[in-house]
Each structure stands twice: as structure tokens, then as C-alpha cells.
């Protein structure tokens, strides 16, 4: 079985500091992992995927993670927060053999101007 | 390209009435799965269709029921609705999720109130 542990329901970051959210995941098999973002009143984009190969990943809008398989770990980050970043952010893992996604609880990240 | 699309966008119903959502996948997408997301939560997942078969669910009632058609697309239905089932339920598609996880979108939901 899998599931995602998101540190953190709400982080608040000044603009222009570092954004790091949390997420910790458990999956038997090597899994796929994924940070999706959510605007008030809109779907889940798609920020960044882990499938295989390089850990550390990058994805749109500046945001990067790294799968680190000893820690069970795939924190999103991102240098400098900007204003247009405030949204709902949600891990999820999925493993390799069709089974669903299991998604995070939500981080929601406010940028102080 | 369009992306995943969903109709309608909003939907009131009261309890007990049925309601049928719509989903149209992405271009080139064949599977299509469905989340519930009530407030303040992640969503959940509720079945999967692929080859217009459900291929995998969730811990979903049978109230809960979906359809897809040769073209892809899919319906998701709910009967006997409760109060509970107030959520923003989300498709997503897929490229034969079963062999490309990775390659799963969302659309924009649609919001569904029961009074």
C-alpha cells in the first residue's frame, strides 16, 4: 500500500525566500512521485514528475524536487517565492503497475508581500 | 490541444436526486479516472476506466457508477445523493495509465453542491 504525508498543512514564506514544502511517502515498490499545485477554484496542474532516472527533478515555474529514496522523501522547493506561487500545493505517489494515485492532504502556501 | 475538459462547471443538486457528471480526456488520452475532493482535502480516488471497462476503484459506495465511451470520454454517476457528497470531483486522463502513470492530467472539476 502506498500514502503521502504532507508536513506542513499551511507555510507562509515572505517573498523572495525559499520555498520548501514537504512531502514523505511510503510505497513498497519504486514509486512515482508527483507535486501538483491548485489555484482557488481550478484543477491540479501538474509542477513536476519523478519516474526514474536523475533525483533531482525540475519543473515549471522555477520549482524543482529531489526523490531521496532513504529518506522516503520528495521535497518541492523553489529559490525565491513570488506572489503568484499563494495556491494549494499536493503530493502524490503512484506506483508502477496501474494502480491509482494516492494523494498528499494538501500543503497551502501563503507569500507575504 | 484542448486538455481535459469537464461539464458543467458548477452543479446544485438537493439529497436523494441523482447527478451525472461529464468528462472529455485529453487528445490522444484512453483512460480516464475520476477523484472526489471535498473541501480542504486531497482528492480521492473513485474508479478508473480504460477500454470502456472499470479497471480499478476506490472505497466508493455503489451509488457511485461511470461509464466510458468508444470515443473516450466518460460519465461519472451519482444516485441517492447525500450532503456529504458535496465535493469538486475531478477527471483525469491518461495514456493507458496501466503502462504510463506518469502521462495522467486533470481537468478543472466540477463543483457539486447537495442542499
Known amino acids: 500500500a502506498q500514502s503521502v504525508t504532507q508536513l506542513g498543512s499551511h507555510v507562509s514564506v515572505s517573498e523572495g525566500a525559499l520555498v520548501l514544502l514537504r512531502c514523505n511517502y511510503s510505497?513498497?515498490?519504486?514509486?512515482?512521485l508527483f507535486w501538483y499545485v491548485q489555484y482557488p477554484n481550478q484543477g491540479l496542474q501538474l509542477l513536476l514528475k519523478y519516474t526514474t532516472g536523475a533525483t533531482l527533478v525540475k519543473g515549471i515555474n522555477g520549482f524543482e524536487a529531489e526523490f531521496k529514496k532513504s529518506e522516503t522523501s520528495f521535497h518541492l522547493t523553489k529559490p525565491s517565492a513570488h506572489m503568484s506561487d499563494a495556491a494549494e500545493y499536493f503530493c502524490?505517489?503512484?506506483?508502477?503497475?496501474?494502480?491509482?494515485?494516492?494523494f498528499g492532504t494538501g500543503t497551502s502556501l501563503t507569500v507575504i508581500p | 490541444d484542448a486538455g481535459v475538459t469537464q461539464s458543467p462547471t458548477h452543479l446544485i443538486k438537493t439529497r436523494g436526486q441523482q447527478v451525472t457528471l461529464r468528462c472529455s480526456p485529453k487528445s490522444g488520452h484512453d483512460t480516464v479516472s475520476w477523484y472526489q475532493q471535498a473541501l480542504g482535502q486531497g482528492p480521492q480516488f473513485i474508479f478508473q476506466?480504460?477500454?470502456?471497462?472499470?479497471?480499478q476503484r476506490g472505497n466508493f459506495p455503489d451509488r457511485f457508477s461511470g461509464h466510458q465511451f468508444p470515443n473516450y470520454s466518460s460519465e461519472l454517476n451519482v444516485n441517492a445523493l447525500l450532503l456529504g457528497d458535496s465535493a469538486l470531483y475531478l477527471c483525469?486522463?491518461?495514456?493507458?495509465?496501466?503502462?504510463?502513470?506518469?502521462?495522467?492530467?486533470f481537468g478543472p472539476g466540477t463543483r457539486l453542491l447537495v442542499l
Open positions: 510505497s513498497s515498490v519504486p514509486p512515482y
Open positions: 483525469a486522463s491518461s495514456l493507458d495509465y496501466s503502462r504510463y502513470p506518469e502521462t495522467q492530467y
Open positions: 476506466y480504460y477500454e470502456e471497462e472499470e479497471r
Open positions: 502524490a505517489v503512484s506506483d508502477r503497475t496501474g494502480n491509482q494515485f494516492y
